[in-house]
């Protein structure tokens, strides 16, 4: 699947890529749906229009306008209720990840300055050398485990 393989940057950028693809996929479905919904209006407006005369009475408009509001709602399905809904979501979205950025900053701000205390309070204890790296693999070199792990089999670099 070529989804897979795409590195995204968050899950919003997967759904709107989504959406995107799938909105013309969906034309045929669009299609019937705006047959059926003109069909069911039609035959709707015929019952109670052929209600009201078979009875002699008056034929009341307003309550026949609601099966075509919901027919036009359907026929302009991705113009009216897709693009209302978009336009009422999209200072939601923004905003909210506007915050997002904001507390990943802080994090990220936590966590360096976590990082730099844990390497003063190792520094005060003696153990820097656990840190980094580089003093890591001197260590390890100056107390013979390198040569140890070699003559195993096992590569410097840590693969057997």
Known sequence: ???LAINFESLHEILRNLYQEMMPLCGDMIGVAKGIAGLGALFYV???VWQALSRAEPIDV???LRPFAI???IM??????LGTINAVMSPVVKGTHTILESQIEDVTA????KEALEYEARVREGKAWLVDDEVYD?????LGIWERLSACGVNVNGTI
Do not use: N
């Open 1 to 3: 699947m070529a989804l």
């Open 138 to 142: 001197q260590k390890m070199k100056d």
């Open 46 to 48: 015929a019952s109670r």
């Open 76 to 81: 302009f399905f991705p113009t009216i209720v």
């Open 62 to 64: 307003y309550p026949l």
């Open 110 to 113: 936590l966590q360096a300055e």
């Open 71 to 73: 027919g036009l709602c």
